[in-house]
């Protein structure tokens, strides 16, 4: 069975795997991904990053993946933590969201030909993939927060100080601007989804300014990549219950 990675920003290619890189046709637009028989990879910005984030074209990207097959998705984000217990660059694997964005293309069920349909997310991260990427990323050797609150901006501005302290109020942990509508679309395509945030700052007002980590952040992909491939290879034959559509 097919499974893919979809990479966030600073994620643009995986190293040491043969990979061919094919353009995949959908009834949203075109999009271009590379794969080899068993996973799929694609950049939700593009290959070369040129689609801001209120502008990607989130049902092309999971339809397009829903066209070859994949079931199963791990997806990685750059994101902001707004909690202190949530520290910079130690991964967060997810396990909620609460969705801030608007304006965007986020159902596949707005017209009659894709049925109608109301997804079910009370669990819209996949249990199974996140237990086994939590071995997969103790075992490369980085520290994992389990569970994590995403808050889904729209972007592309920042947020403001108010704003962080009431997505913070709200429960929410880490904030980024990409997780919806792609999460839910995959979950109407019946796959199963696991995501991996890793926090590249601290949200605005816990800073005087916005400052956004660069040192070690290359090896943190690397391995976090490793964790993804590895996780979906070992959960080829295991059962992920898909989101129910009611
Ligand atoms: N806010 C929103 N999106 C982000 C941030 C942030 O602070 N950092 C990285 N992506």
Redesign the pocket.
């Known amino acids: 069975m097919v499974a893919a990675i979809i990479g966030g920003?600073g994620v643009y290619a995986i190293e040491g795997l043969d990979l061919t890189r094919q353009t995949i046709d959908t009834p949203y637009g075109a999009i271009s991904i590379e794969r080899n028989d068993d996973l799929v990879f694609l950049n939700r910005h593009g290959p070369d990053h040129s689609t801001p984030?209120h502008k990607v074209n989130y049902r092309a990207n999971i339809k397009a993946l829903e066209q070859l097959g994949v079931k199963r998705i791990c997806a990685t984000?750059?994101?902001?933590s707004?909690n202190t217990e949530f520290a910079l660059k130690t991964p967060v694997i997810l396990d909620d969201f609460i969705d801030y964005s608007s304006g965007r293309e986020h159902t596949f069920f707005d017209v009659l030909d894709n049925g109608v349909g109301d997804v079910d997310v009370s669990m819209p991260f996949c249990p199974v993939l996140g237990d086994a990427l939590e071995k997969e990323v103790q075992a490369i050797g980085l520290p994992v927060q389990r569970g994590g609150v995403y808050a889904s901006?729209n972007?592309p501005r920042?947020?403001t100080p108010a704003e962080i302290r009431a997505y913070r109020m709200m429960g929410a942990d880490v904030?980024?601007?990409t997780l919806c509508p792609e999460l839910p679309l995959a979950l109407e395509a019946g796959m199963s989804y696991a995501g991996l945030a890793f926090?590249?700052?601290?949200?605005?007002g816990m800073t005087p300014t916005?400052e956004?980590v660069s040192d070690d952040i290359d090896q943190i992909k690397t391995d976090m990549l490793r964790a993804m491939i590895n996780t979906l290879a070992k959960t080829r034959d295991q059962d992920c219950t898909p989101a129910r559509i009611l």
């Open positions: 920003t984030p984000f750059a994101v902001g707004i901006t972007g920042f947020e904030v980024g601007m926090s590249i700052n601290w949200g605005a916005i956004l």
